[in-house]
């Protein structure tokens, strides 16, 4: 019974994600990431290298802190060139016109679509 359970336990394979990944496209060290989580540097740690699964709650707290969706820490490896458009990044430093500019020509596709 006991060798049945290791090898089911052998065969399950991690779930797939982009945690490190999001963390180096924002810029952010373990440690900067386990403040904006409430958790420790660690246990980010741990998570990154495969040892620890993560939790519907902790998916959650990391999509926050990397302002994406929480599919998207499974499903996008920002670091690809062009997975990512972020209208936030894109615009940063930008001339207030021209991000002005940009939100209201946003606002009006998003609003002019048909549900």
């Known amino acids: 019974m006991a060798k049945q359970a290791r090898q089911n336990t052998k065969e399950r394979r991690p779930v797939r994600h982009y ?10 060290t373990q440690d900067q990431l386990a403040e904006r989580v409430d958790r420790s540097r660690g246990l980010i740690s741990q998570i990154e290298s495969g040892t620890t699964e993560l939790t519907e709650e902790m998916v959650y707290a990391l999509a926050d802190a990397f302002r994406h969706t929480p599919g998207d820490v499974f499903r996008v490896n920002p ?16 001339p207030a016109d021209l991000q002005a500019e940009a939100l209201g020509f946003v606002r009006g596709i998003v609003g002019g679509r048909k549900q």
Do not use: H, M, N, S
């Open 19 to 28: 945690v490190k990944e999001w963390r180096v496209y924002r810029d952010l």
């Open 79 to 94: 670091l690809k060139e062009g997975t990512v458009v972020d209208i936030t990044d894109a615009l940063r430093g930008q």
